[in-house]
């Protein structure tokens, strides 16, 4: 008895060509990059509202313990949401590159986060390096017309070079000031 299956449905697929194009710009330009922009708007209480570009917001709020109102996702949320979507978004374009049709594609994504600093609004005297995510762990459910041993190259490589992954990996210089 043969351990195959028999997959008559894969998931909706992306451009291959346009993929292909968009990576030849990459390696034609290795040091370009985009910019990405958001404007969010708090209603009050630790519930905002996000906009970014003409879609609905992305309402963002924190749990009944922390204060808020829990009508929404919390901030850390949502960044394990952004690495969801992230890895997603790569596997898929891996996937397509090595002709690897996709029928399945799950993320479960969980995140051990610090806030004894209660947002240094007298909490824990706490470094930047101690708050915030501290641990994360990823559990991906793939399956395609391709071994699990060539569908876990696809996931591992998509991590490797997922950009909101090495975001959270790498330090990033940011700034913060006030309007003008």
Not at 38 to 63: F, I, K, M, N, W
Not at 78 to 90: F, K, P
Not at 147 to 174: C, G, K, W
Request: with cysteine; glycine share 10%.
């Amino acid at each position: 008895m043969s351990d195959t299956k028999t997959v008559s449905t894969y998931l909706r697929p992306i451009d291959r060509t346009g993929l292909l194009g968009f990576a030849e710009k990459g390696r034609n330009n290795p040091d370009n990059f985009g910019t990405n922009k958001v404007h969010t708007v708090c209603e009050g209480q630790y519930r905002t509202l996000s906009y970014v570009g003409q879609h609905a917001p992305v309402v963002v709020d924190e749990p009944l313990h922390l204060f808020g109102q829990n009508t929404a996702p919390a901030p850390g949320e949502i960044v394990l949401s952004a690495l969801g979507g992230c890895l997603a978004v790569g596997i898929t374009a891996v996937a397509t590159y090595r002709e690897v049709k996709l029928s399945k594609l799950e993320l479960w994504l969980e995140g051990d986060i610090s806030n004894t600093a209660a947002w240094g609004a007298g909490g824990a005297d706490r470094k930047p390096e101690e708050m915030g995510f501290q641990r994360i762990r990823v559990k991906v459910a793939v399956e395609g017309d391709a071994s699990r041993e060539a569908l876990d190259a696809i996931v591992q490589h998509a991590n490797y070079f997922s950009p909101v992954a090495n975001t959270m990996r790498n330090p990033v210089p940011m700034t913060i000031s006030l309007a003008d």
